[in-house]
């Protein structure tokens, strides 16, 4: 029996077992990403979400208010302006025509408030264009008859400031024995004053053509 104790040799080069991969930590880092990328796209979908409600609020108001403004009502509540087009004029303005709604009297024209008015800073009142501010207009007016005999076609202007309160502005008188239609054309620039008003007369609204709106105008604007 040897006296020799025992000796073991450890090689350090021994090849070891692979340790095991860190699954927990990739799982979590997986996990932190996806809910980064979910905060972000909910984030997304909500701004987006947020802008269609403010866009679609803004898209009511702008409706609301335009067909608020937009309505006509004749009389002295009547309003100062019907922006169509969005725009506002810069100056006084009026342009009306004929259409299915007038009813004249005898000898006075009266004009639509449904046939595409348009009145800024200005009211319509049975038949008369009242002027709001004080300044120099141009003022005109058209009309289509019925071409038989004497016809006269005025603008005639409504005032305190002179005796008898009404003076013509524009008239033109034309005779004729055929029985063909005619127009009458009439414009001119004039100082108006606030609450001046303004008409449209003829010799008998019986002969007036009636067949199309835009054939028959009254029209007054601030230069």
């Given at each position: 029996?040897?006296?020799?104790?025992?000796?073991?040799?450890?090689?350090?080069?021994?090849?070891?077992?692979?340790?095991?991969?860190?699954?927990?930590?990739?799982?979590q880092r997986a996990g932190a990403?996806?809910?980064?990328?979910?905060?972000?796209?909910?984030?997304?979908?909500?701004?987006?979400?947020?802008?269609?409600?403010?866009?679609?609020?803004?898209?009511?108001?702008?409706?609301a208010d335009s067909a608020s403004?937009?309505?006509?009502?004749?009389?002295?509540?009547?309003?100062?302006?019907?922006?169509?087009?969005?725009?506002?004029?810069?100056?006084?303005?009026?342009?009306?025509?004929?259409?299915?709604?007038?009813?004249?009297?005898?000898?006075?024209?009266?004009?639509?408030?449904?046939?595409?008015?348009?009145?800024?800073?200005?009211?319509?009142?049975?038949?008369?264009?009242?002027?709001?501010?004080?300044?120099?207009?141009?003022?005109?007016?058209?009309?289509?008859?019925?071409?038989?005999?004497?016809?006269?076609?005025?603008?005639?202007?409504?005032?305190?400031?002179?005796?008898?309160?009404?003076?013509?502005?524009?008239?033109?008188?034309?005779?004729?024995?055929?029985?063909?239609?005619?127009?009458?054309?009439?414009?001119?620039?004039?100082?108006?004053?606030?609450?001046?008003?303004?008409?449209?007369?003829?010799?008998?609204?019986?002969?007036?053509?009636?067949?199309?709106?835009?054939?028959?105008?009254?029209?007054?604007?601030?230069?």
């Amino acid at each position: 029996m040897s006296k020799h104790p025992s000796v073991f040799v450890v090689d350090s080069h021994a090849t070891r077992p692979p340790l095991p991969p860190r699954v927990g930590q990739k799982k979590q880092r997986a996990g932190a990403a996806q809910t980064l990328m979910f905060m972000l796209v909910s984030l997304a979908l909500c701004g987006m979400a947020i802008e269609a409600c403010l866009i679609y609020r803004l898209y009511q108001l702008e409706s609301a208010d335009s067909a608020s403004s937009s309505k006509i009502i004749s009389g002295d509540d009547a309003p100062t302006i019907w922006p169509r087009y969005g725009i506002s004029p810069s100056k006084p303005v009026a342009h009306l025509t004929g259409g299915d709604d007038v009813v004249h009297k005898q000898e006075t024209m009266a004009w639509s408030m449904i046939a595409d008015p348009l009145l800024y800073e200005m009211t319509y009142k049975d038949g008369g264009l009242i002027i709001q501010k004080e300044g120099y207009y141009y003022v005109y007016s058209k009309i289509l008859f019925k071409d038989n005999g004497n016809f006269h076609h005025t603008v005639t202007r409504h005032t305190i400031r002179y005796a008898g309160g009404s003076i013509p502005l524009l008239q033109s008188r034309i005779y004729s024995s055929n029985s063909k239609r005619s127009n009458s054309y009439l414009g001119g620039v004039f100082h108006l004053y606030k609450d001046d008003t303004l008409y449209v007369t003829v010799s008998n609204t019986t002969r007036i053509d009636r067949n199309k709106a835009y054939e028959n105008i009254f029209g007054v604007y601030m230069i």
